[in-house]
C-alpha cells in the first residue's frame, strides 16, 4: 500500500500562485492530481507518466505545470494566473500499474491523498 501525502495549498486571490506537493511512500508509476468542489464531481487536472510525459485538462493548460522529483518520489503542480473557479479541494493520486497510456478518470488511480484545500478569492 503506498501512502500519498499532499502540501501547499491555501487561500490565495485570483491571479496569484501555488504550487501543490505530493510525496509517494513507496514505487509507483503515473502520477496525477485531481479536483473537487463543493457540489462536483471529482475532475482530472494534469498528470505525468512514468518516463515524464506530462498532460494537463484544458481547464488548467497554459497555466499550471506538473513536473516530478523521482528521487523524492514527489510530484508538484505548479499552478499560476489562479482563478475563483479554481478553488476545490487538490487530491494527489498514482498508479500502481504500468503502461504508457496517459489516464484521466479517476477510476484508473489507485491511491489516493487526503486532499489540500486551494481556495481563490476574487
Known amino acids: 500500500q503506498v501512502q500519498l501525502v499532499e502540501s501547499g495549498g491555501g487561500l490565495v486571490q485570483a491571479g496569484g500562485s501555488l504550487r501543490l506537493s505530493c510525496t509517494a511512500s513507496g514505487r509507483t508509476y503515473a502520477m496525477g492530481w485531481f479536483r473537487q468542489a463543493p457540489g462536483k464531481e471529482r475532475e482530472f487536472v494534469a498528470v505525468v507518466t512514468w518516463n515524464g510525459g506530462t498532460y494537463a485538462a484544458d481547464s488548467v493548460k497554459g497555466r499550471s505545470t506538473i513536473s516530478t522529483d523521482n528521487a523524492k518520489n514527489t510530484v508538484y503542480l505548479q499552478m499560476n494566473s489562479l482563478k475563483p473557479e479554481d478553488t476545490a479541494v487538490y487530491y494527489c493520486?498514482?498508479?500502481?500499474?504500468?503502461?504508457?497510456?496517459?489516464?484521466?478518470?479517476?477510476?484508473?488511480?489507485?491511491?489516493w491523498g487526503q486532499g489540500t484545500q486551494v481556495t481563490v478569492s476574487s
Open positions: 493520486a498514482s498508479r500502481r500499474r504500468f503502461d504508457t497510456v496517459i489516464r484521466t478518470t479517476k477510476e484508473d488511480y489507485d491511491y
